[in-house]
């Protein structure tokens, strides 16, 4: 299967299914002397392990994180970190009626006809949100990159089961982890308390939208072209399986603005500072021409409801005869809260590996601007030894007292101007008599 590594400059490879024995990954290109242990993993791992909040499934999981390598004595090593999650609690008889039929909503279908019938029906294998486990523990490794560079990731639900904050003033994303529902401000949970109620009586699922926040970006990161920074983050966010919907800044309401509504006027920083600038909005989500801008990067996520629902749908069997499918198990009511974190770390893993690779272009620039500076010294030295050299040709048959050199400064005079041209000069003899001649005192 292809597509299981993200990144360019910071890459991260996963492996693993929801009912095998575990998952993890490889991140690539992490630069050495970061501090990292397996309890900076765990932390954020317990945000979206499963078996916790009102929305969960009911799968116990300790998705507790072993480091296997690129860390040593408490800090990466510049090689790669591979890390492991054991599967726990799998319960994979509650899917062998789905062997011969395709749930609705699910990759089934898809993964049926790629892989020419082969595909593994227990919790939808690769294709199961358990997936997302080892993205946040890659995660957590790009979000200790950027920090070195004062960066942080926020993210939260605005919105469940179709009901939206609607105060945007009063939106807090550093205390959403503290919420249920990861919840954006302190007045939704209640609201969203009414809607799981009702969707868990009727064996339903709901979907909604997350926000993510990436605060304190250097302008400059991002392509012009085909890898502008939105297109990144988009990639990025819709490779979460339950994302149908990706937005940056003002998104689709962008469309329902004039030019004067939705650009963002620039203002001259306090003094005023040449290079720098501050902004009076921010429509454009902190990235002009695919480039961030230096405000702070801000998406929409759009999450579909989870497709497994206590309902029986219609379906195909595998010899495409008309079925019905009830799906068991265990499954989330909603993808949020625990898709946040998901989405935090793809953010981070985008964000890092665009300034890795910008320092990288960077670095590459002023070396060359180095190379630049040494041939040119190069040359100017050559040039300087090419006057020297003429000069000193003419020097050698000359009379002493015709060069204006007194006696006692004669040694010093003769070693500047002739050392560079005659590097076997061993010493200048001090003229015992007038009429010597430079020859007559050089030795080599």
């Known amino acids: ?14 492996f693993g299914e929801s009912h095998g024995p575990g998952l993890g990954g490889v991140l690539d290109g992490c630069p050495a002397g970061i501090p990292l242990c397996e309890a900076d993993i765990q932390k ?25 390598s690129g860390v040593f004595e408490g800090v990466t090593t510049g090689t790669s970190i591979a890390f492991y999650i054991a599967n726990e609690d799998q319960r994979s008889h509650d899917y062998g009626n ?3 039929v395709f749930r609705p909503g699910q990759a089934d279908w898809a993964y049926f006809r790629k892989y020419n019938g082969v595909r593994d029906y227990r919790g939808g294998g690769r294709a199961s949100g358990r997936e997302t486990a080892a993205r946040v523990a890659g995660g957590v490794i790009a979000r200790k990159i950027l ?6 990731v926020l993210g939260a639900c605005v919105a469940l089961g179709g009901v939206a904050v609607q105060d945007w003033a009063a939106l807090d994303l550093e205390g959403a982890r503290n919420r249920p529902y990861c919840a954006a401000t302190d007045a939704m949970p209640a609201l969203w308390d009414k809607a799981v109620a009702a969707a868990r009586k009727a064996g339903d699922t709901l979907g909604g939208i997350v926000r993510v926040e990436a605060r304190h970006v250097p302008a400059g990161l991002g392509e012009p072209v085909f890898d502008k920074l939105e297109a990144l983050l988009g990639h990025a966010i819709m490779s979460v399986g339950a994302v149908k919907g990706f937005s940056v800044g003002e998104g689709f309401g962008a469309a329902a603005l004039r030019g004067s509504q939705n650009n963002d006027p620039l203002l001259p920083q306090t003094p005023p500072c040449p290079g720098a600038a501050d902004f009076a909005s921010n429509h454009a989500g902190g990235i002009l021409g695919g480039i961030s801008s230096g405000q702070d990067i801000v998406l929409h996520a759009a999450v579909k409801p989870i497709a497994s629902i206590a309902i029986r749908q219609r379906t195909v069997d595998k010899q495409g005869q008309a079925a019905e499918a009830l799906i068991g198990g265990r499954h989330d009511l909603a993808a949020i809260p625990r898709i946040v974190p998901v989405l935090e770390a793809m953010t981070a893993l985008t964000l890092a590996d665009a300034l890795l690779l910008q320092l990288r272009a960077a670095l590459a620039q002023e070396l060359a601007e180095q190379d630049r500076r040494v041939v040119a010294l190069q040359l100017q030295r050559q040039l300087l030894a090419a006057e020297q050299q003429g000069v000193a040709e ?3 048959g000359q009379p002493l007292e015709l060069l204006g050199l007194a006696v ?16 076997g000069l061993c010493q200048i003899q001090i003229p015992q008599q007038r009429g010597q001649r430079v020859a007559d005192v050089v030795r080599h």
């Not at 299967?1 to 996963?14: K, S, W």
């Not at 300790?62 to 296997?68: F, Q």
């Not at 003769?414 to 050392?419: S, T």
């Open 394 to 396: 003419q020097l050698v």
């Open 98 to 100: 789905l062997a011969e």
């Open 147 to 152: 920090a070195l560079r004062g960066v942080e």
């Open 408 to 423: 006692g400064g004669v040694q010093i005079a003769l070693q500047l101007l002739l050392r560079p041209v005659l590097p």
């Open 44 to 68: 954020e791992l317990d945000r979206r392990k499963p078996g916790q909040g009102p929305t969960a499934t009911k799968r116990k999981e300790a998705d507790a994180v072993r480091l296997l």
């Open 1 to 14: 299967m292809a597509g299981n590594t993200f990144g360019r400059a910071l890459r991260l490879t996963t």
